[in-house]
Structure formats: structure tokens, C-alpha cells
């Protein structure tokens, strides 16, 4: 940690002489994102921005909504430095609470509606969160229990507002003042916190600054070229880094344009928006690219305003990718991003090929990127290697993770990603592989530690492994490689006995394989490789023999 500093608050700061290059170079405008939604609304008061539903907000009435919320939440006594957990379906909502909170100074800690008691009490507890706003219930879940729990188990909790609750909980619609005005933050200061995808047992929070994320922001909004005419359609979760900021909602606001906000991305819930709002640019992780590919034939007049389709988050396949093209009628652009920051992009005047083959070029001018082997030294031109990075919107470590921090990022500040990638003679990467223990689910990350501690809790399992197995969809699916002495402990059970322990659904193990004993390195660790490789052959195997 020699370049950088470590707060008090548990953050690492960039080293001060960077600070000033970034400012200088008119990266970090000094500007938060509270006040950014004031100049937002200010140049483009009466113009959409907004659609939820029946609701259609204006810049003006978003900004309004915001004030009262801020002055509502103020009074309930959430303080400026404040953590408060957010856990919001998609909809109106989400933005309001987001912006109210960093207006009266609070920290948004931004989590998915598909985490559960597990990753939600986690978080609070990493944050020592004074408040959690969720909704009662969404897309077929109460979360009534959930809140009822955090409430019993995180001591720090003053507040649970639920929107569409009554008492115990404080109704969402019931936080409302007068406005009022508040201290000004520094741009500097985190703004929010995002989740790591994690390689280890507890996934860890992402500091962002209001200067890193609002650069990320303009940036990304630039390079995809969004405008007062552009309407982008939220169909991912919004708390996630891709749809909020790759340019995603805010983006598109920061732009002038209109956010079509989507309870679900299926394409039952987005075909009939796309062609109602006039909808021109979304984001989907590679899973949904493919349903949607499948649903567009016989929908082809109601995607005609679609212009751009970005996918990210996981491995875009080159088949895929071609027909994106051909069958969606738009074009395609490749987003490889991270909640720690980085953010690439295949630019929309690109040739196709590049577009179809790589995962884009890093956003800004300013984002430094190593390639490097297993000794940190630089690979050769065009050779794989893992991706480090540190730039002016990637953080220089994880909130109140020291230890962690220790390996994950380099004495000089670079993050290590975890991804092994290759770069093109262009300047292009193209992502290889992954040497982080972590899955990537269609884009939903789990990692391997964490599901391994809750199946080791088990009392009948002696040993446990989780590993990635190729999936025709999803691109992997999470398997468990069990040691039991006990018959019949099959999926079913260990589904309901992860469940219990509040672990969110897409990380319970898609399939459980159960063996004598767990294969060994010759230093004695569990052999990922050979397992992985064992059942990648088997797969295929009892494929061809069906
Ligand atoms: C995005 O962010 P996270 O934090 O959920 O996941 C980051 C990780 C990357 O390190 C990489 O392993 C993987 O997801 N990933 C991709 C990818 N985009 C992300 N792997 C292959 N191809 C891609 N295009 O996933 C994220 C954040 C902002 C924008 C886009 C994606």
C-alpha cells in the first residue's frame, strides 16, 4: 500500500499527486452526484426523464421527489456519512432513494433483489448500516422476513423502510418532507458502494467516489454517443454497475434522454416497451441476448427503434454475437466491465469482426492496463495474462479490507482482476479465461469460498468443492463436489439447507456430484483443475452417448 492512503473510514484514496493529475486533466469535475442531478434537471426540466409503468417523471418532478425523500429521510435522523443497505426491485423507486440518499449525505450500499439474509446481513454488518429500504414483496418474494431478521441480527439498524409495508416497517410512500437544504458533500468522499462479485468467503464492498463514478458516467455516455434522443430501456437489475453507470440509467439521464425502466428483462416484459417508449439502447448479459434472439423473429416491428444492444458481464460467444446483428437488426456492442471500475468498450463505429471477437477497448485515455504472468512480469505482445488495472474511476481497494486489499491489489495501486486476457495489436482485449475461484453464472457472480463455507456447515458433508461446468445457456453452471457419508443427500436437500441459511437462489449449486474423496494438488489443495476437467469430459461424454 506504499502509494496510496488509507482513510480513516476505511477507504484507500488515490495518492494525492494522481488526485491532481485527474483534476487537471478535467477527469474529476469536482462535482457530486447529488448536484449533478440538479444541473441535470436544471438544463432539462420539462423533458422526460423517467418511465415506469404508468408513471412518466420529468427532470423537474425527479429532482422534487428527490428533495422531499432527502428532507424525509433526514428526519427519521439518517445523517450525512450514513450507510443505508438498498434492495429495490427495478422501478421509479429505486431512483429516488438513490439520489435522496446522496443528497442528505447517506451512502447507498447497492444490493440485488436476488441476494437473501446471507449477503443483505453481510452487508449491513460490513457497513454498520443505519437503515435498509427494500419493498415488501417483488417479482413473487416477501422480503417481510428478511427485514424482520436484519432488524434482529444487525445492531447498527435504526430504520426499515419498505415500500408497500405498513407497521412494524416505515412505509417507503410515508418518508416525506418539506425540502431543506443540506451541507455539501466533497466529490472527493465516497458517494456509494457496489458489490464485488468475490473470489472469497464474503463479498466486499466497493467504495466509488462521487468524481470516479460521475466521470465513469459522462464517459460512458459519451462513447456510446447517448443524446437528448436517446431512450434507454433498464432491464438488468438497476443496482448493478452495468445498467446504472456503463452508461446505463445514469448515463442516459446525465445525457438528457429517457430511462424505460422494465420490471423483468424476459422478453414478455420488454418487447411491448421497446416499441411503445421508442426505446433505442439497452443492456443484457449474454443469457438474455440469447432469449431475446429467440423471441425477435416473430416480434420484428416491435424492436424496430432498437439501435445499439450492448452485452457484458459474461463471455459473448462469436455465434451469438454474429446473429445479434443479423436477427436483432441493431448493433452490437461489447461491454466488458467490473463494479471495481475498468469499463470496455468495442466502439459502435467499429468493423463488425472486432465487435463480434473482442471485448473492447478501456474507456477512458486514462486507464492503465498491465498483462502480466504469474510473477507480476509482463507478458509478451498479444500473449494471455492476467489484467491488472488502475485508472481514474477503479478503486485503490476494497472498503475496510485490509488484509484482502494486501492481495488483491499491487504495492503501486493496480487492481488485480482476476480475468486472463489477451490484447490485440489494436489495443482490443479479448477475455481468455479467469484465474479468480468465482463463477460466472450468465453474469451473476458467485464465489467459490462462500457457497463452500455454507455446504461445509452442513453436519453430513465432510468435504466440499465448488467448480465451474460448461453450460449450453448460461455459459457455466455452478457444480458441488460433496464427501458424505451419508446416502441420499441430493440436491434437493442441500438447496433447502443453503436456502435456510439465507443464501441468495442463483448461488445454490446446479448440480451435486458426490465422490470418496476430493482430488489433491502435491502442496495438498483441493485439485479444481482436474475436477473441473473430469466433469467438463463427463458432460460431454454422456452428451454424445444420448
Ligand atoms: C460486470 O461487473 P461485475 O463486477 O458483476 O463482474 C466483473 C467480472 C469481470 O471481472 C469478468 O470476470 C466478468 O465479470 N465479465 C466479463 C465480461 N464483462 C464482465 N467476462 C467476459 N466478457 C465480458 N464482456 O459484469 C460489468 C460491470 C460493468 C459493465 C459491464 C459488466
Redesign the pocket.
Known sequence: MSAATLGLDGTVAWPQEIAAAYRAAGYWRDQTLADALRTWAARSGADLALVCGKRRWSYRELDARVDRLAAGLQTLGIQPGARVVVQLPNCAEWLVVFFALLRCGALPVLALPAQRLAEIGSFCAQSAAVAYIGAADAAGYDYRPLASALRACCPSLRSVILDGAQHPFIPLASVDAEPTSFAPASAAAVALFQL??GSTGTPKLIPRTHNDYLYSVEASASVCQLSRASVYLCALPMA???PLS?PGALGTLAAGGCVVIAPQPSPTHTFGLIAQERVTITALVPPLARLWLEAAPSHQQQLASLDVLQ??????DRTTAERITSVLGCRLQ???????GL?NYTRLDDPLERVWTT?GRPLSPADELRIVDAEDRDVAPGAPGQLLTRGPYTIRGYYRAAEHNRHAFTADGFYR???LVRMTADGYLV?VG?SKD?I?RG?E?IAAAEVEQHLLAHPHIQAATLVAVPDQWLGERACAVIVTSVAGIDRPTIAAFLRSRGLADYKIPDVIRVVDALPTTPVGKIDKRQLRDQLTAAQAHSRRSR
Open positions: 464485488s462479485g448493478h454497475n452495468f456503463s452485452v457484458g458481464g459474461a463471455p459473448l461489447q461491454v466488458y466491465g467490473m463494479a471495481e469499463v471485448q482482476t482476476g480475468d477475455v479467469r468465482q460466472n453474469g457472480k
